[in-house]
């Protein structure tokens, strides 16, 4: 009892002397003097900042006791596993693949997400309660807020109306790009034969130009006559120039919003001179189509629409749609993911001399005497082994395939997924694992075409461009991979015979290499340069036709 007695004493000097809540113990009185203590404003801001951390900091659900990567033990916050994660993703994700095994949660570049080894893409491959669509929302909303436009932040529209829950990018790939594939076969080839001239010239001494710079200029042109079919639009150096700075500059202003906790990103944007920028680009962009738009809406929508933009007024007539913001999201996809592709390629394929000869020979062959039909364009082989190379070197993203679970998930192995998790499967394994590809990192355009010789009838489109398997997810892979693939393969096969054909290059690489990583995305660099000799081309690709 006295031992009691002597601990509470003890411990009530301690509180008298030591707590500051405990203001004129004696007394039941608090005194505001006492409040007015400098002590107690650094405490409650203390207090406070400790509870903002904690609020913003990142939550992480690990019902199977996995593996968490990216903070070290002796860091305070998450800002060096961010930094780590945006300046090397693929050797972060190897290296934990190879130390953890092949599951674990890693930090990101502002929460935790699940990573799987390329051998669970199966088992994901086709679980409609893992989506595509809610992951890449739940990303969005990271840096947009909301996806009404109404109530998100002004200038990032497009990317808004691109994660809404009416998926009508997916339904213009399908609807009317893949389904009418044949019938773009004229405007592709003629648009890329200008578009050419304009941006490469017909010089036959060799001159410099900036490989990605116009090359967008191409990519941009040729597409944006599929998409509008309006001359004044896509002959428009100003839309080409609008729409491709709005593009680029939004895609940074994004990133830099989400270094911001999400309660204050919608001020940050206000004071962000890069959403300043994209604000006023949209508007250039809406003041520039607004002919087009005022003409689809005092009309009726076509019957049979012969563009998006005409699908998308009849789709969505009644809703009063924001037709810019649509097909710019569209072109958000379409244009970055062609220009990436194309400009990779040439660069892979550079000073290859008889890899170009055997692509030339190919084309003189199947298109010389097929024009460009869908079957013959299917039948360059060699073509495709070079596209589907490039692509395993060069993917999108390192981590091709991504969900977010909308229910706990369990794995066959056990692995349980939790409600709101991101999912991601890795794909460092396409351009670094020389057990899955001899010589990984190494670039072979007749590594496709080979394999396809050799393989049985049954299993050749395996290999083909726009195949997906666990191996090669340059597309993702299972039922929710991109929509868009077999439109982006038919475009990139048109463009690169008339590259092809119609020049001699030499890709010039700048010192800090052809590529760029950013987090877990891939970029050819900005400053890549290309030099170009105009030569006579063996078949006149512009009258070659599409023949059924």
Request: hydrophobic share 40%.
């Amino acid at each position: 009892m006295e031992f009691i007695q002597h601990v509470s004493t003890v411990q009530l000097e301690f509180n008298e002397k030591w707590n500051p809540f405990l203001v004129n113990s004696t007394t039941s009185n608090v005194s505001f003097d006492d409040l007015s203590n400098p002590r107690y404003s650094i405490l409650g801001f203390a207090i406070f900042v400790l509870f903002l951390i904690w609020h913003n900091s990142p939550k992480l659900q690990n019902p199977s006791g996995l593996p968490v990567v990216g903070r070290k033990w002796y860091e305070l916050g998450y800002r060096n596993a961010r930094d780590r994660f945006l300046t090397g993703a693929p050797h972060v994700i190897k290296d934990s693949i190879k130390k953890h095994g092949d599951a674990f949660y890693l930090y990101t570049d502002s929460k935790f997400n699940l990573i799987l080894n390329y051998k669970y893409a199966d088992a994901i491959r086709n679980d409609n309660r893992l989506s595509f669509m809610k992951a890449i929302q739940h990303a969005s909303y990271m840096v947009f807020l909301k996806f009404r436009t109404s109530s998100g932040i002004h200038g990032f529209e497009p990317h808004m109306q691109a994660c809404s829950d009416r998926r009508f990018v997916r339904e213009v790939v399908i609807q009317v790009l893949t389904r009418s594939l044949s019938t773009f076969t004229e405007p592709i080839n003629s648009e890329c034969d200008y578009a050419l001239r304009q941006n490469w010239t017909d010089k036959t001494e060799t001159h410099e130009v900036m490989l990605k710079e116009t090359m967008w200029k191409i990519v941009g042109q040729i597409l944006s006559r599929i998409y509008f079919n309006e001359e004044e639009i896509y002959r428009n150096p100003e839309w080409i120039r609008l729409s491709a700075d709005y593009i680029k500059m939004s895609t940074v202003a994004a990133h830099e919003l989400r270094s911001w906790p999400k309660s204050v990103r919608k001020i940050a944007a206000k004071f962000n001179p890069r959403c300043k920028l994209i604000q006023n680009r949209l508007e250039s962009l809406r003041e520039l189509t607004k002919p087009l738009v005022t003409k689809l809406n005092s009309q009726k929508p076509a019957e049979n629409p012969a563009s998006p933009v005409e699908w998308l007024n009849k789709a969505f007539h009644d809703e009063s749609p924001d037709l810019v913001s649509m097909i710019i999201a569209i072109c958000f996809v379409s244009y970055d993911a062609g220009t990436e592709a194309l400009t990779e390629i040439l660069t892979d394929i550079s000073g290859k001399d008889q890899l170009i000869r055997d692509l030339r020979s190919e084309i003189i062959e199947v298109i010389g005497k097929e024009g460009f039909s869908r079957t013959a364009l299917q039948n360059l082989h060699l073509m495709d082994s070079v596209m589907k190379e490039s692509q395993r070197l060069h993917p999108e993203s390192y981590v091709p395939v991504q969900r977010l679970a909308m229910e706990d998930v369990t794995l066959p192995d056990g692995i349980v997924i939790p409600k709101d998790t991101v999912v991601m499967i890795s794909g460092v394994h396409m351009m670094m694992d020389s057990s899955v590809w001899p010589d990984g990192q190494k670039f072979d355009g007749y590594r496709f075409y080979n394999l396809r010789q050799k393989a049985n009838k049954a299993s050749q489109s395996s290999f083909n461009y726009v195949s997906t398997s666990p191996e090669h997810m340059g597309f993702g892979h299972g039922n929710q991979a991109c929509s868009g693939r077999f439109f982006a393969g038919y475009l990139i096969k048109i463009v690169l015979c008339h590259i092809l054909m119609k020049y001699d290059f030499s890709v010039k690489v700048p010192a800090e290499g052809a590529q760029l990583d950013r987090a877990y995305t891939v970029v050819a660099h900005p400053e890549l340069r290309i030099n170009l000799t105009r030569r006579t081309p063996e078949i006149p690709l512009e009258v070659a036709g599409s023949k059924a």
